[in-house]
């Protein structure tokens, strides 16, 4: 059955907002709005991944969930300061990267508010709308250079630490010490407990589990160990604690794209060779290709078929969403309102068009990574961050045929697009030596005194 809070109207009818919460919050505002640029990215991402989605502010019939609250803050401190910060609002200028994310977030908003028609509706995805289009902006405008892309890093790795502890202190209590909050109580299934955290069991695991090859990556960099261990530590717990099937293939597909890193060369033939390989597959199977997604269960009680349907009859009724979306999707069958696949969901409530710019923001970012790796190679050290920011890109689109991105997980995405654009615009390329003219003869040095001769001659 679909819970009621999805409908529209099913949401929290009046301000739910701890104390704690509060004062949490009025801090991180403070901050936001007087630290320096380039350390910012701390204290608003402590905030947002530790305050759950359930704390809420209502303004007559208008929702502000306290991450809205912070999302709007950025953007108060990026209008006031960012014409006057060093570099402009966006370090490197407004890529291609950057147009296709935008032009996703508008293209949803106006798909689904037609899809609709209704006010209480469009009001909704005027919201929606603010978390996903000015949360790129500000995390695009607090992430300006090299050094807060390391701190980035050790940020995301302090919130693993912290909400992998709490996690894993529910598999011995059965207790979520966010639960105050508003965050939901651990569930069992088939025997094991599923801890929730401030972000929930998916949401968490998945978060954690993209996040590995960023804290490889800080693990070779000067003075980085420690918070690198911190970050590996934490989002391990955080997978584990989760004991979701979506959290290991996040934290394994990123350890996969790191495999892959001696045939960093060979990328185009090994593209071609899955491509080819699917395709095969579907030609011999007694299924589609995509029923592979039925068959893969890591933790044993994983709901993989679900996702299978999800895909198929996505794909079997694409007469009934690709214009406008499909608001009607619960009808195809059992527990089909639960769009547990983001490519799935973009889809149904964006149509195509939003679909094919959801995807080519993963394709400008990889191919960006790509023809940057091209131009600093030689330079290990920046080949390695390419690598390791496209293999946590990679775990992304792996965790999205299992989970849906809702706000916490995209403004998880939406820094590491920053940094990808920021890395690429500051890519240090190798000094190499002039090369000689083919055929150059050089003539053999002059003997001492004939040197100190030419010397001589040379100062009359």
């Not at 160990?225 to 990123?254: D, E, K, N």
């Not at 996505?314 to 527990?335: E, M």
Request: proline share 5%; hydrophobic share 50%; with cysteine.
């Amino acid at each position: 059955m679909q819970p009621k809070h999805l409908f529209f109207g099913g949401g929290a009818a009046e301000t739910f907002l701890n104390p704690l919460v509060a004062v949490w919050m009025l801090i991180a505002i403070a901050l936001i709005l007087t630290l320096p640029r380039n350390k910012v990215i701390l204290p608003f991402f402590l905030a947002f991944f530790t305050i759950p989605w359930a704390q809420v502010i209502l303004i007559g019939p208008l929702h502000f969930p306290v991450l809205r609250i912070l999302i709007l803050a950025g953007m108060v401190r990026r209008t006031i300061t960012g014409s006057r910060d060093p570099g402009g609002r966006y370090p490197g200028g407004f890529n291609g990267l950057d147009r296709v994310t935008i032009l996703w977030t508008i293209s949803a908003f106006v798909v689904v508010s037609l899809q609709w028609m209704e006010l209480q509706s469009t009001i909704k995805f005027v919201g929606d709308l603010m978390d996903s289009l000015f949360g790129y902006l500000v995390v695009r405008y607090l992430i300006p250079d090299r050094d807060t892309v390391r701190r980035t890093v050790m940020s995301l790795g302090l919130v693993s630490l912290i909400v992998g502890a709490c996690m894993m202190s529910e598999q011995f209590t059965h207790h979520n010490v966010f639960a105050a909050f508003g965050a939901n109580e651990p569930a069992i299934r088939d025997g094991h407990l599923r801890a929730e955290g401030s972000l929930g069991t998916l949401f968490g695991g998945t978060f954690a589990g993209v996040l590995i090859p960023m804290f490889l990556w800080l693990w070779k960099e000067k003075d980085g160990r420690r918070a690198a261990a911190i970050g590996l530590i934490g989002a391990t717990a955080m997978v584990a604690a989760s004991h979701a099937s979506t959290s290991w293939l996040a934290y394994a597909s990123g350890l996969l794209g790191l495999a892959f890193w001696p045939l960093r060369k060979k990328m185009r033939l090994i593209r071609w060779g899955i491509v080819v390989t699917l395709t095969g597959l579907h030609l011999v199977m007694h299924g589609p290709v995509w029923s592979l997604i039925e068959k893969v269960d890591v933790t044993g009680g994983s709901s993989s078929y679900h996702r299978y349907m999800l895909v198929d009859n996505c794909i079997r009724h694409f007469s009934d969403w690709w214009f406008l979306g499909y608001k009607f999707y619960g009808s195809w069958g059992f527990d089909m309102w639960d769009l547990c696949n983001q490519f799935v969901a973009v889809a149904l409530t964006g149509g195509l068009i939003t679909l094919v710019l959801f995807i080519m923001i993963y394709s400008r970012s990889l191919g960006l990574i790509g023809r940057t790796r091209k131009r600093v190679e030689g330079n290990r050290s920046e080949e390695w961050l390419l690598w390791c920011l496209g293999s946590t890109l990679f775990a992304n689109i792996v965790a999205s045929f299992g989970i849906n991105y809702m706000i916490q997980l995209q403004m998880l995405l939406f820094p590491l697009l920053a940094c990808v654009s920021v890395v690429a615009a500051t890519a240090k390329v190798p000094v190499v030596a002039k090369a000689k003219p083919a055929g150059e003869v050089l003539a053999p040095p002059l003997p001492i005194p004939a040197r100190a001769f030419a010397a001589v001659r040379g100062m009359q």
